[in-house]
């Protein structure tokens, strides 16, 4: 399965917006996430899972099966918010998206550095 990127910083937005202290997002919580509504439940936990590993979110998933039973998460970490900051503004986040448009397929370590690198540009650094 393809990891939509777009989805990836949407999640990231929503969750920043709704996740507070000591109140996890329950799985009955995320199937009602705009960004699920908008990209759908498969396509949308995928970007989770994957987010999950790139250690961009901390979040607890039970599976019955292949099935995810439970899922509780938490927060975003360190390396979510630095990431998420970098490809926040609307701009570089189409600058970033156009340029990697090329190929198809790039990390999200890839993405990161040019939206750092079309962050500084506009900033003027």
């Known amino acids: ?15 920043e917006s709704k996740l507070s202290f000591n109140q996890p997002i329950f799985i009955d919580d ?3 996430l ?9 396509i949308s936990v995928y970007a989770l899972l994957k987010m999950i590993e790139a250690k961009f979110v901390n979040a607890n998933v039970t599976y019955a ?5 439970q899922l509780a998460i938490s927060s975003l970490t360190w390396d979510g918010h630095q990431f998420l900051d970098t490809i926040r503004d609307h701009e570089v ?8 448009k090329k190929l198809s397929s790039v990390s999200l370590s890839i993405v990161s550095t040019l939206a750092t690198e079309f962050l500084k540009k506009k900033l003027g650094l």
């Open 93 to 100: 986040w189409k600058e970033t998206k156009a340029a990697t």
């Open 34 to 42: 705009e960004t699920v509504s908008s990209y759908g439940y498969e």
């Open 30 to 32: 995320f199937k009602e």
């Open 1 to 15: 399965m393809k990891l939509d990127q777009d989805c990836v910083r949407d999640l990231l937005l929503e969750l």
């Open 65 to 69: 099966g292949d099935e995810i039973y």
